[in-house]
């Protein structure tokens, strides 16, 4: 499985923008797919990840974003709203996690997409 992420840019806080995740391979359809981010000097973090239909976001994004995938097109979204300037880093998409879904501990990852948001 391929994974590639894209629809980064840099937005002003308060702002949206739609992350995808585009696969390759049949077999993407039944994995969960995860989205972390790293900033500047910090570790990975877990931002939301779908598995079974079923949602997880962290803290710090409930309410503000919203992961969804569309089967057909092998994609899995995230649609980020009220954007601040601390969501600012490079997002990665994964694919088929272990036990847990906010962990990193997926099989496959893409290249990442820089988000930058301005205050």
């Known amino acids: 499985v391929q994974l590639q992420a894209s629809g980064g840019g840099l937005v002003q806080a308060g702002a949206s923008l739609r992350l995808s995740c585009a696969a390759s391979?049949?077999?993407?359809?039944?994995?969960?797919v995860g989205w972390f981010r790293q900033a500047p000097g910090k570790l990975r973090e877990f931002v939301s990840a779908?598995?079974?239909?079923?949602?997880y976001y962290a803290d710090s994004v409930k309410g503000r974003f919203t992961i969804s995938r569309d089967n057909a097109k092998n994609t899995v979204y995230l649609q980020m709203n009220d954007l601040k300037p601390e969501d600012t880093g490079v997002y990665y998409c994964?694919?088929?996690?272990?036990?847990?879904?906010?962990?990193?501990?997926?099989?496959?990852w893409g290249q990442g997409t820089q988000v930058t948001v301005s205050s």
């Open positions: 391979g049949r077999a993407f359809r039944s994995y969960s």
């Open positions: 994964a694919a088929q996690a272990g036990s847990s879904v906010t962990t990193d501990n997926y099989g496959y």
């Open positions: 779908i598995r079974w239909g079923v949602e």
